[in-house]
């Protein structure tokens, strides 16, 4: 069971990224998903996250307005989480995880879920 995230890379500031989760191994339709990040020295912190239907999201205020979190349920096989980033502000530099929660609503806290990716690095220039 695996949850791989990608799209990271390196952007000016002001730019867009849009990073991918897909999930295989299993399917997480029923679970909430999320998106968390790490900056050097600093403690992971959630940035958004979607129920199961994708009919519900929270993003944190540092990121509200600029970073939008979606899902694809469709294909049930191989589920995929976004996190589309515009705006970009050096401060968003981190490593960027997506995660599964335990249960199927949009949850915010780290402790919350079961299942992590291994991360995909952003990194905005000044």
């Known amino acids: 069971v695996q949850l791989q995230a990608s799209g990271g890379g390196l952007v000016q500031a002001g730019g867009s990224l849009r990073l991918s989760c897909v999930a295989s191994?299993?399917?997480?339709?029923?679970?909430?998903m999320g998106w968390f990040r790490q900056a050097p020295g600093k403690e992971r912190e959630f940035v958004a996250a979607?129920?199961?239907?994708?009919?519900?999201?929270?993003?944190?205020d540092s990121v509200k307005g600029r970073f939008t979190i979606s899902r694809d349920n469709a294909n049930v096989a191989r589920n995929t989480l976004y996190l589309q980033m515009d705006s970009l502000k050096p401060e968003d530099t981190a490593v960027y995880y997506c995660?599964?929660?335990?249960?199927?609503?949009?949850?915010?806290?780290?402790?919350?879920?079961?299942?992590w990716g291994q991360g995909t690095l952003v990194t905005v220039s000044s």
């Open positions: 979607i129920n199961w239907k994708g009919s519900n999201s929270y993003h944190a």
């Open positions: 191994g299993r399917t997480f339709s029923n679970n909430g």
């Open positions: 995660a599964a929660a335990r249960g199927a609503w949009a949850a915010t806290f780290a402790t919350e879920y079961a299942k």
